[in-house]
C-alpha cells in the first residue's frame, strides 16, 4: 500500500523494518534552529534520517530578494533524495516532534513537487509515535544512496507576478496560512512589514490540528469548501513553509493540489511596489 498523504503510527510500526520506507524526522523550532538536531540525535524513530529545515530543505537566501526559507535549487534537491536514499521503490514517512508537522509538510510538498508521490506525514508525530508505546533509538542510519528520478511539475507554484495579476483579475483564491494575528498585521515578530496581501482570507494553518493529530478528511472538505468552490487555490505562509501544511490538508480532503506561493509574505514585501493590507 502507498500513503500519500497522512500515515497513522500504527501502520508506520508494522513497516518499521521494511527496506522500502524511509522515515526522516524533521523535527525544527524558528526560534532555535539547533534544537530539532538535537532531539534527533536524542531520540528518533529507528532508521530514521535528519532533515533540517534551514539546512536541507530551503536554498540559500539572498537579502531584499528571497523569502526566509527559498525553494532548494532543483539540482541540490536530486542529490539531497538521491544521498538519502529514495527511488521510485521508497516510501518515505516525513514527521516532526509534534502534530503540528510544520517543516515535515515542507518536506512532503517538496518530494510533491519532485514528482516523488510516494510521502505521508506521519499523524501525530513523534510524539503520537511515542505515546503508542512504538521504539526510539538514538543511533544514526547509515547512507544508502540511490539514485532519485525527478519530474518536477512547476505548475504546482504561483510566482509574486502570478499573484499580482490574480489580485487584479479577481481568478483566484489567495488563502493566507498564518495565525489569524499576523495575517491582520497585529503581533508581527517575524517580518518587518505587518499585514496581508489584499484579498487574501485567513485559514491559519493549524486551525483545525489537535495534539493527537488531523481529524477524517471530510473535517478539511468543509474546512475549505467555500475556498474551492472559487476555483484557482493559491497557499502562502510567511516564508512557504507552513503553507504546505494546508496544501496537504487540502489534497489529504480529496482535494486537487493547489499550487504554492513558495516566496510567500516575507518575499512579497521585498517590493515596496506591491500592495499590502492590514485587519481582519
Given at each position: 500500500m502507498n500513503y500519500t498523504t497522512f500515515i497513522q503510527p500504527k501502520e508506520a510500526a508494522e513497516n518499521l523494518n521494511n527496506p522500502n520506507f524511509l522515515f526522516i524526522d524533521c523535527s525544527y523550532s524558528l526560534a532555535d534552529k539547533n534544537w530539532g538536531a538535537t532531539e534527533y540525535?536524542?531520540?528518533?524513530?529507528?532508521?530514521?534520517?535528519?532533515?533540517?529545515?534551514?539546512?536541507?530543505?530551503?536554498?540559500?537566501?539572498?537579502?531584499?530578494?528571497?523569502?526566509?526559507?527559498?525553494?532548494?535549487?532543483?539540482?541540490?534537491?536530486?542529490?539531497?533524495?538521491?544521498?538519502?536514499?529514495?527511488?521510485?521503490?521508497?516510501?518515505?514517512?516525513a514527521y516532526d516532534a509534534t502534530a503540528g508537522f510544520m517543516a515535515a509538510a515542507r518536506l512532503w510538498w517538496l518530494l510533491r513537487w519532485a514528482?516523488?508521490?510516494?510521502?505521508?506525514?506521519?499523524?501525530?508525530?513523534?510524539?503520537?509515535?511515542?505515546?503508542?508505546?512504538?521504539?526510539?533509538?538514538?543511533?544514526?542510519?547509515?547512507?544508502?544512496?540511490?539514485?532519485?528520478?525527478?519530474?518536477?511539475?512547476d505548475n504546482l507554484l504561483a510566482s509574486a507576478t502570478e499573484v499580482l495579476a490574480s489580485i487584479e483579475a479577481g481568478n483566484t483564491c489567495l488563502i493566507d496560512s498564518r495565525t489569524a494575528d499576523r495575517y491582520a498585521g497585529q503581533n508581527e515578530t517575524i517580518d518587518p512589514v505587518a499585514g496581508h496581501i489584499p484579498t487574501a482570507v485567513s485559514k491559519p494553518f493549524n486551525a483545525k490540528i489537535g495534539a493527537e493529530g488531523v481529524a477524517?478528511?471530510?473535517?478539511?472538505?468543509?474546512?475549505?469548501?467555500?475556498?474551492?468552490?472559487?476555483?484557482?487555490?493559491?497557499?502562502?505562509?510567511?516564508?512557504?513553509?507552513?503553507?504546505?501544511?494546508?496544501?496537504?490538508?487540502?489534497?489529504?480532503?480529496?482535494?486537487p493540489i493547489p499550487k504554492l506561493y513558495a516566496g510567500s509574505w516575507s518575499e512579497w514585501i521585498t517590493d515596496a511596489a506591491r500592495p499590502v493590507v492590514t485587519g481582519a
Amino acid at each position: 500500500m502507498n500513503y500519500t498523504t497522512f500515515i497513522q503510527p500504527k501502520e508506520a510500526a508494522e513497516n518499521l523494518n521494511n527496506p522500502n520506507f524511509l522515515f526522516i524526522d524533521c523535527s525544527y523550532s524558528l526560534a532555535d534552529k539547533n534544537w530539532g538536531a538535537t532531539e534527533y540525535e536524542k531520540a528518533h524513530i529507528p532508521g530514521a534520517l535528519y532533515a533540517d529545515l534551514h539546512d536541507d530543505l530551503s536554498g540559500e537566501i539572498i537579502a531584499g530578494k528571497t523569502s526566509r526559507h527559498p525553494l532548494p535549487q532543483k539540482e541540490a534537491l536530486v542529490k539531497l533524495f538521491s544521498n538519502w536514499g529514495i527511488d521510485k521503490n521508497v516510501q518515505v514517512v516525513a514527521y516532526d516532534a509534534t502534530a503540528g508537522f510544520m517543516a515535515a509538510a515542507r518536506l512532503w510538498w517538496l518530494l510533491r513537487w519532485a514528482g516523488h508521490e510516494n510521502v505521508a506525514v506521519l499523524n501525530g508525530g513523534k510524539g503520537a509515535w511515542t505515546a503508542a508505546g512504538y521504539p526510539l533509538t538514538n543511533a544514526v542510519r547509515s547512507l544508502q544512496q540511490k539514485d532519485f528520478v525527478a519530474s518536477f511539475n512547476d505548475n504546482l507554484l504561483a510566482s509574486a507576478t502570478e499573484v499580482l495579476a490574480s489580485i487584479e483579475a479577481g481568478n483566484t483564491c489567495l488563502i493566507d496560512s498564518r495565525t489569524a494575528d499576523r495575517y491582520a498585521g497585529q503581533n508581527e515578530t517575524i517580518d518587518p512589514v505587518a499585514g496581508h496581501i489584499p484579498t487574501a482570507v485567513s485559514k491559519p494553518f493549524n486551525a483545525k490540528i489537535g495534539a493527537e493529530g488531523v481529524a477524517e478528511p471530510s473535517v478539511y472538505k468543509e474546512h475549505f469548501k467555500d475556498e474551492y468552490a472559487k476555483g484557482n487555490v493559491v497557499f502562502y505562509c510567511g516564508s512557504g513553509v507552513t503553507a504546505a501544511y494546508n496544501v496537504l490538508l487540502s489534497v489529504y480532503a480529496g482535494y486537487p493540489i493547489p499550487k504554492l506561493y513558495a516566496g510567500s509574505w516575507s518575499e512579497w514585501i521585498t517590493d515596496a511596489a506591491r500592495p499590502v493590507v492590514t485587519g481582519a
